[in-house]
């Protein structure tokens, strides 16, 4: 049986037949009481929504603790005789008591009364965004291991990784499937530096992280890993990304994500691609795996592939900044900007380190309506002392001025009170001012006309059509903190006019009633308006939309038109709920591109 089986075995134990008394507070003698009705701890989503950081406080003495808070928040623990666990370390036993108490503890968190007794501290983390400052303590390499949620510092002595701790737990919870004990009491220290690699497991070759998470939750782990994708927000101040290890890979790995702190990740230079092994504890939201540290030094032997030309985008005629995929060794980047050349005869004169990822790069003048392309030595480094990827050293930007290149990307029409969505990607960099976004060719709405915002290639732009709560963001993508913005794109507020749900052609034009950049017909089962075969045959002879005819024959019917066109029926009536999107950025200008499907605005499409 593996090791996240057995524990699935024992806990059903424990559910059915109540835990082993571990404190005089316990109901004396042999005697059992029934425990109520389990109750239900929602798993979440697997979108981290962060972690609840409230402030534990001190239940009072442990004689007082069943007395503490509602006495509906009680939690019983029931007496089913010392053989009711197969566990024969006595905290362990502890430590699985509390672990169950959790688990039936209602969803604001129950009263206890349970001691656990020389469990040694394996990890201590403080404050960090929204996770609450605590430390963990387990007794045995398996497990069973629990996190306590009391800010270290408030303790007395301070708990320290090496410590040999004993307390009683007076409150617990279980806050996305981890099980915490919020309010302790009794603290003391009874040995230091006991020796963590005991208690270190290796779970670099598991198969059952995932299945089996019940069984590693809160334990003090070491894991090699391949990070597989970018790094996305998870929860306030961390971001976590999929990783794949010797025994997870593929589907298999798609909920084993790797959780770090915004500034650890960052100051790292860790992101997809990268390999390394962790040392830290196994933490979870909900069914997802999440390895995780909250300190940069967590991660150790980290190797990742040469640095790569993202993006290069001119803010001025005489200024372009070049943006890499890893953070970048100043110490080895020129002043004089020599390792930046150009073609047209733009030259470079100085270079400045502008961000951890880029440089900016001061030249000759730009000439208007002109398309440079920058080519990076490999003498400039990353801080891993990598030189640039020679098979991806250079970007293509416009002059200074000239508009970005934009695509429809999602869209969502049938949002309640006309507050309909538009998301645009960035297909090459430039300023956005001026182009138009439109509902129809034969009678014209103009649906948004976008703001003076210089774009980088593969930026988001999320328009918010009626009369929405957001701002239009100027200076980065979080200027807005409304609710209703996404921090991965910039949000814009466009018209008060919202997409009509039925038969439209909508377009992306360039400045001043220009040329059209992006187009696509979309139609729903209702009446169409008789203008729509018009307007699909309009962006078919554009070359805007494919195929260019109807078999051979003019697109000249609502049925003809139809058969050409997206259908994106089944949009949500809320910014949450299904909504047409390209499929993974498809761009073949044929209906088969779009699908309706569960929202992504703000991130890329799946």
């Known amino acids: 049986m593996s090791k996240s089986s057995m524990l699935r075995f024992l806990v059903g134990i424990s559910l059915a037949a109540g835990l082993a008394c571990a404190h005089a507070g316990c109901s004396g003698g042999g005697e059992t009481t029934d425990a109520g009705g389990d109750v239900s701890v929602p798993d ?29 928040n009680d939690v019983t623990v029931t007496d089913a005789g010392s053989d009711a666990l197969p566990l024969t370390n006595p905290t362990s036993i502890q430590i699985q008591a509390v672990r169950n108490a959790a688990t039936q503890a209602p969803a604001d968190g129950g009263t206890v009364n349970l001691a656990i007794d020389n469990a040694v501290v394996t990890y201590v983390k403080s404050l960090v965004g ?15 291991a629990v996190f306590v949620a009391v800010d270290p510092a408030a303790l007395t002595p ?17 806050v996305a499937s981890v099980k915490e004990a919020t309010a302790i009491t009794t603290f003391t220290r009874t040995a230091q530096n006991v020796a963590l690699a005991p208690l270190l497991q290796d779970v670099s070759a598991a198969t059952d992280l995932v299945t089996g998470i019940d069984g590693y939750e809160s334990e003090y782990i070491k894991m090699d890993f391949t990070v597989a994708s970018p790094f996305a927000p998870s929860g306030t101040g961390f971001v976590q990304a999929q990783v794949t290890t010797a025994g997870l890979s593929g589907n298999a790995s798609l909920n084993l994500k790797l959780r770090l702190p915004t500034t650890a990740q960052a100051s790292l230079g860790i992101d997809n691609g990268c390999a390394a092994t962790l040392t830290g504890i196994m933490y979870r939201f909900g069914g997802v ?5 909250w300190a940069s030094g967590d991660v150790a032997g980290l190797a990742c592939k040469a640095p790569k030309v993202k993006s290069a985008l001119a803010t001025s005629l005489t200024q372009t900044v070049v943006t890499f995929d890893r953070n970048l060794d100043g110490t080895t980047l020129h002043a004089n900007g020599d390792q930046f050349s150009f073609d047209h005869g733009l030259l470079a004169s100085a270079a400045t380190l502008s961000a951890p990822a880029q440089v900016t790069v001061t030249t000759s003048s730009q000439v208007a309506q002109t398309s440079y392309t920058v080519t990076v030595a490999s003498t400039l480094q990353d801080t891993l002392g990598k030189g640039i990827d020679s098979t991806a050293n250079s970007a293509s930007f416009p002059a200074f001025g000239s508009p970005a290149q934009l695509q429809l990307n999602e869209i969502n029409p049938n949002i309640g009170s006309s507050l309909d969505l538009i998301e645009l990607l960035v297909k090459s960099p430039g300023t956005i001012n001026g182009i138009t976004i439109e509902q129809g060719i034969s009678t014209k709405t103009i649906l948004a006309t976008l703001p003076n915002l210089v774009v980088a290639q593969g930026d988001l732009v ?24 996404y921090g991965g794109a910039w949000d814009i507020n466009g018209g008060s006019t919202g997409v009509t749900y039925s038969g439209r052609v909508l377009l992306v034009r360039n400045p001043n009633n220009g040329t059209i950049q992006d187009a696509a017909p979309f139609w729903t089962g209702t009446q169409l308006p008789a203008a729509f075969p018009t307007d699909v045959m309009s962006i078919q002879g554009s070359g805007d939309w494919l195929p260019a005819d109807c078999s051979g024959n003019p697109c000249n019917t609502l049925q003809l038109a139809e058969s050409v066109s997206v259908d994106w029926s089944s949009c949500g009536t809320a910014a949450s709920g299904s909504s047409v999107a390209r499929k993974a950025n498809a761009d073949t200008n044929y209906a088969a591109d779009w699908a309706v499907g569960p929202s992504s605005f703000g991130s890329s499409n799946p």
Not at 130 to 144: I, L, N
């Open 289 to 293: 795996a999440q390895p995780s540290g």
């Open 158 to 174: 301070v708990p320290v990784p090496g410590d040999q701790v004993s307390f009683v737990v007076t409150q617990v919870v279980s």
């Open 462 to 485: 999320v328009v918010h059509l009626g009369a929405p709560t957001s701002s239009t963001e100027s200076a980065s993508k979080t200027d807005c903190s409304d609710a209703s913005c």
């Open 130 to 144: 929204s996770d609450p400052a605590g430390f963990f303590v387990q007794a045995e390499q398996t497990g069973p």
């Open 44 to 72: 979440g989503s697997s979108t981290d929504a962060g972690k609840d950081g409230a402030t534990p406080t001190d239940a009072g003495d442990a004689g007082d603790a069943g007395d503490a808070g509602d006495a509906a």
